[in-house]
């Protein structure tokens, strides 16, 4: 039976916006629901909020100047989707004049945006703001917040660079001012592909560097790169994207690319008919009723085969070797010689996220002799160099490999970091206390790494849900769709919240444990555990990271929740609807009963016995039949 919680003395919770204590110190407004970031996952759980639950009393806050998330921040030239846009869109929202079958990051970002205009959700985001704390209040039981409005443009900037202009100009430089807010619901939509990696910490000299360093998602196009000796750090998707057109759009001099470890490159997945006929056709095709639906269902059968390379067993084995036959044999006929030991890669495929290379992309850019791949560490800088060896870290030193390992040094005017992002810091920079003052960053610690149930909720942390969290990545579908599913679970959870009929809703610390121990479990029967390489995936031994089983699995666990895995403490008003929908049931069964034994007098009675009972089992598939379309239709 459920029980209501107390409701709180002062304060009466609602569900709409409002300005408590306007004239106190301790003013502060109240939001039913309070979203963190701007980005895909942020847009996708506003706008389904007002399409969903009909409710428009939510804001978005963002630090940076703009919306689209990671798309927004990532700039570099080349920048696009590695994955077909119909798939890398919101099922809700299909977009059906996307120019081309991979976009580029400023079309995605237009897409975005028009998504919310389209919704009528951009007077909901507020952006230039950064979420610095967020504490639940036991006694209101409601969320509050801390906000730094930030000046315009800063949020952009990346930790490090927003720390460096305080400590140089003072802290009125970065924050404007700070307001306190409470929110009953609080969704995180903190991306992972937004806080760049710094600078190698075991390499000297950056200070004396006279040229320019950035990182690649924080490109800086007022650096002119014209008749210039550029150092790219890393071989990632990012670099594999910018690296080509340095020399040929940009006027690099010499572009040096230090590679630790070679990428299994593998071609992306080309349109219907070829990239050239699929520009031409692909946007009056999409006006075809179902054209583009179709096309999607199809992207989406095709994703989930490639989830035979992520296990362990012998099938999966035989598979990944197929594959690495193949991307091997293409790299021999694209690349030069000299790069072919140095390009293949001794760990399996798939352990590491795959590099979706563009029909004229990075491989085919190795043959301009203005770029040199090499793989000697880099072990220092100069006022206008860089020094690479002595050694080599691939292949390995203590390998037979005809590889340089000789010390060099380089001239160089521009170092551009592409060596990823700070992935596995949850959540981060958020500072997130639950019930009894603790820190959702110390549970994470003490837990073995970071985890929460379904990458959604984490015990002890009510009312608080994250989008795309912990083990929620995958290395062959659409993030957005797993973004889509997690933000229909947390809808149906926090649907009675907005309704007054739940106070606070929260996983169970035994269903959130069981959780984890089965991913972990999981994951080191997979290939990012298994395959023999170091990853992002992981850190200390922990993968925080992938989710090891198939998106057609997560989505149907998101659309069906195990209901007792999740704690709902009902209001005085909850309470009284579950005793009466109890007490209809009840009622129900009763008349049925009555039905059954009174028919029984009659000498029909048990055909009309038998006749009841197919009705029933006619119901029941009926509504089972529904309920697989239904399902159909989500996946």
């Known amino acids: 039976m459920p029980s209501a919680v107390d409701e709180p003395p002062a304060v009466l919770y609602g569900n709409t916006i409002r300005k408590d204590n306007g004239y106190k110190a301790d003013s502060y407004t109240y939001y039913p629901v309070l979203i963190i970031g701007a980005g895909e996952s942020g847009i996708a759980m506003g706008c389904r909020l007002k399409e969903a639950l009909g409710t428009d009393q939510f804001r978005i806050v963002d630090r940076q100047a703009g919306i689209g998330g990671t798309w927004w921040i990532n700039r570099y030239p080349g920048i696009a989707c590695d994955v077909p846009a119909i798939w890398y869109s919101f099922s809700f929202c299909p977009n059906p004049e996307w120019t081309t079958f991979h976009p580029e990051g400023r079309e995605i970002v237009k897409y975005l945006q028009g998504v919310c205009e389209q919704y009528k959700i951009v007077d909901k985001i507020q952006l230039n703001t950064l979420v610095e704390e967020c504490t639940w209040l036991e006694s209101e039981q409601v969320w509050e917040l801390t906000l730094q409005h930030l000046v315009t443009g800063t949020g952009d900037l990346s930790d490090q660079d927003r720390a460096k202009i305080i400590k140089e100009h003072g802290p009125g430089s970065v924050y404007m001012h700070k307001e306190v807010v409470r929110a009953k619901v609080v969704v995180s939509g903190v991306g992972g592909l937004v806080e760049p990696k710094s600078w190698p910490d075991k390499v000297p000299g950056k200070e004396n560097f006279q040229g320019e360093i950035f990182h690649s998602a924080r490109w800086k196009y007022d650096v002119d790169l014209s008749g210039k000796d550029v150092i790219v750090v890393g071989t990632g998707c990012s670099a594999a994207q910018f690296v080509p057109r340095l020399t040929k759009e940009y006027g690099a001099k010499s572009v040096t690319q230090l590679m630790r470890s070679p990428p299994w490159v593998v071609p992306r997945m080309p349109p219907p008919g070829g990239d050239e006929n699929w520009d031409k056709w692909g946007p009056l095709l999409a006006k075809i009723p179902g054209f583009n639906k179709l096309i999607r269902k199809a992207i989406f059968v095709i994703s989930e085969h490639d989830w035979r390379l992520f296990g362990s067993g012998e099938y999966h084995e035989k ?317």
């Not at 220092?380 to 060896?389: A, D, I, N, R, Y």
């Not at 500072?431 to 929460?452: A, C, N, S, W």
């Not at 999740?566 to 005793?579: M, N």
């Open 319 to 635: 598979e990944r070797k197929k594959v690495e036959k193949v991307a091997l044999e293409r790299m021999r006929e694209i690349v030069p010689e000299k790069y072919h030991e140095m390009l293949t890669p001794n760990y399996a495929i798939a352990c590491k996220r795959r590099l979706f290379d563009a029909p004229k992309g990075w491989y085919y850019g190795l043959n301009d002799p203005a770029i040199e791949l090499t793989t000697l560490p880099l072990t220092g800088v100069g006022e206008t160099t860089v020094t690479l060896g002595p050694g080599r870290v691939y292949p390995p030193v203590e390998s037979k490999s005809s590889a340089p390992t000789h010390k060099v040094t380089l001239p160089a005017d521009v170092i551009i970091l592409a060596n990823g992002f700070k992935m596995t810091e949850w959540l981060h920079p958020l500072d997130i206390t639950g019930r009894g003052g603790t820190k959702l960053h110390d549970v994470f610690k003490e837990r073995g790494g970071p985890q929460m149930y379904m990458g959604t909720a984490l015990d002890g942390f009510p009312n608080f849900f994250a989008l795309f969290g912990p083990n929620t990545v995958t290395g062959h579908s659409s993030v957005i769709l797993a973004s889509e599913n997690m933000v229909e679970l947390t809808l149906k959870l926090i649907k009675p919240i907005l309704k007054g009929d739940v106070k606070t809703v929260e996983v169970r610390k035994e269903a959130e444990l069981e959780w984890a121990r089965d991913i972990q479990s999981a994951l080191k029967k997979r290939v990012w555990n298994t395959g023999g390489c170091t990853n992002w995936y992981q850190s200390d031994g922990w993968n925080s990271t992938c989710y090891p089983y198939t998106q057609v699995w997560f989505g149907l666990q998101c659309m069906f929740p195990t209901w007792r895995h999740w704690d709902f403490k009902y209001t005085t008003k909850g309470v009284a609807k579950q005793r009466a929908k109890t007490a209809l049931k009840y009622f129900a069964l009763l008349g049925t009963i009555y039905t059954i034994f009174t028919q029984r007098q009659n000498i029909q009675g048990l055909d009309v016995l038998k006749g009841i009972l197919k009705q029933y089992v006619r119901t029941a598939l009926l509504s089972g039949a529904n309920l697989l379309q239904a399902t159909e239709r989500k996946i």
